[in-house]
């Protein structure tokens, strides 16, 4: 089947791709008024969202990838929804020979960002746009009001931003997109948001476990304390997923539904290369980088199995007098170590904005979080206005507004690791983002004995707190000092 001729040069914008998620997008588009150009390596599929979802909108189907290009008006907007990776670069080299200079190719999978910035270098040679957009949401959020973070070109976003922003989720009526920078800047940020979100779900699921353990709670009753804590300060998308789930009893069992689910979590994609490239960057992204390592010993049924039963706990009986006052503590202990989580998640963004060049506006990554995404929450707004009270602060946690919302919380959350630690509940992102707090708040942390030590064995020299220059201790001799 070849495009009819009227209907070549038709298409606003096209989708190639269309499994959950480029279906879902493309019918997106066309509900908000757009001609859309659809595609898919299966003609099937494209038949069958056409056959389906004609009452969306204006669908122009194209069995191959030549007619789907010439059913779009120029300069063509391509986007790409297709498995990242290899599918992703076998669709980019059958595309880019039926286009022409100024076209501009959207990247709308999960692509990992230094292949984004090798994509984007690539299709600049071409006279090409190339534009990595994270898309949060799932496929709910690709129907009716994703998150979108697109990279690339201020001049490709000119044209493609008001199509984007039309099709993405709105608080208080502004729209979940904005331009992020260029190249791989917005792949970037949509992996750190998946980071971040690793360590929001991780930090919900140790309230949990200390709730369940210090109070014997059932899932339910549990359930009951997050719908609470979703009406004030915590109100999130995954607090109150968190209670739904938590109340929903499993129809083969009438039990409670998550005593029934396998305690195994996997860690893959975003959230590893989150971590990976904290080290990278030398960024200490510690409760992302807990969260990610929690589901990883979730998932260590080797090392679990010989562990259990046979490694002693050494535990006291856990007797909580007065179960409010142990849930409030519980509460401020999570809403500090989230302020730590998202402190940390924003120095990764400024430390590869500045490595990169990428200039991205850290309050402006907060407004688009708002909506459409995962970690949808009013809390941001927050973030949004520290920011832009100071688009250089250099630490969150320092940001007037949360240095006071952390210090009301500081003795609850030393009070939770501490019971924690005493009771043998696992808290690994709790506790390390009390750490990090104290450590980065330290006056002087024991960082110079380490410079001493690598002195000692590697000659790696060192500096001295009272005057300038860089020294070395003669250790295997007659230990005097010499200036290197
Ligand atoms: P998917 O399962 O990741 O990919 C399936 C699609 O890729 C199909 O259209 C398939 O075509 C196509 N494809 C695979 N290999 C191909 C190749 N070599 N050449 C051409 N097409 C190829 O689909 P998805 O779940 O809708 O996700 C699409 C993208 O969005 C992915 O990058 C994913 O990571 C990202 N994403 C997904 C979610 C989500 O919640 N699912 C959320 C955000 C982002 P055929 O029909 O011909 O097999």
């Not at 914008?13 to 269309?18: A, D, H, Q």
């Not at 929690?294 to 679990?304: H, Y």
């Not at 730590?340 to 120095?347: K, L």
């Not at 919380?409 to 390390?432: D, I, L, M, Y």
Request: proline letters at 5%; hydrophobic letters at 45%; glycine letters at 10%.
């Amino acid at each position: 089947m070849s495009v009819p001729s009227s209907a070549v040069g038709t298409a606003q914008i096209g989708v190639t791709g269309l499994a959950v998620m480029g279906r879902n997008l493309a019918r997106n588009f066309a509900r908000h008024g757009y001609t859309v150009a659809v595609h898919n390596r299966t003609f099937a599929r494209t038949q069958s969202l056409v056959a389906d979802h004609a009452a969306d909108g204006t669908f122009v189907p194209s069995e191959s990838m030549a007619d789907f290009v010439a059913s779009l008006e120029r300069p063509r907007k391509v986007v790409i929804m297709v498995q990242a990776g290899a599918p992703t670069d076998a669709v980019i080299a059958e595309l880019v020979p039926l286009l022409e200079p100024g076209d501009i190719v959207v990247d709308a999978g999960n692509a990992h960002f230094p292949d984004t910035v090798r994509r984007e270098a690539a299709l600049r040679e071409a006279g090409l746009h190339f534009v990595g957009t994270g898309v949060s949401g799932g496929e709910e959020g690709a129907l009716n009001g994703p998150s979108i973070m697109p990279g690339g070109t201020a001049e490709s976003y000119a044209s493609l931003g008001p199509i984007l922003e039309a099709i993405s989720a709105k608080v208080d009526g502004v729209p979940c997109c904005t331009h992020v920078g260029p190249d791989g800047a917005g792949h970037f940020v949509k992996m750190v948001h998946n980071g971040i979100e690793y360590a929001d779900m991780q930090l919900i699921a140790e309230a949990y476990d200390l709730l369940r353990a210090g109070l014997g709670a059932t899932a339910p009753e549990i359930g009951e304390v997050f719908a609470a804590w979703n009406t004030g300060d915590l109100e999130s998308y995954l607090i109150e997923v968190t209670a739904e789930v938590l109340s929903h009893t499993d129809a083969a069992t009438g039990r409670p539904f998550v005593d029934v689910v396998a305690d195994a979590a996997e860690q893959k994609g975003t959230g590893r290369w989150t971590v990976q490239n904290g080290l990278d960057l030398g960024v200490p992204i510690t409760g992302i980088a807990e969260a990610t390592f929690a589901r990883a010993l979730s998932g260590s049924a080797p090392q679990r199995a010989a562990a259990r039963g046979v490694l002693p706990a050494d535990t006291l009986e856990w007797n909580v007098p007065d179960p409010g006052a142990f849930i409030e503590d519980v509460r401020l202990a999570l809403y500090a170590s989230k302020v730590v989580a998202y402190s940390q998640g924003f120095d990764q963004i400024a430390a590869a904005s500045a490595q990169h060049g990428w200039d991205i506006d850290r309050g402006a990554m907060a407004r688009i979080w708002r909506g459409g995404c995962i970690i949808r929450a009013r809390f941001l707004d927050r973030i949004t206005q520290a920011y832009e009270r100071d688009a250089h602060l250099p630490l969150l946690l320092a940001d007037p507004y949360f240095t006071a919302a952390v210090a009301n919380g500081v003795a609850a959350w030393r009070r939770v690791v501490a019971a924690a630690a005493v009771h043998g509940v696992p808290t690994p992102a709790f506790s390390s983002s009390l750490a990090y707090y104290d450590g980065v708040r330290a006056e002087r942390l024991p960082a110079n004995l380490i410079q001493a030590q690598r002195d000692f064995f590697g000659a790696h020299t060192y500096r001295r707190t009272d005057r300038d220059g860089t020294f070395h201790t003669d250790w295997s001799g007659d230990r005097a000092e010499q200036t290197w």
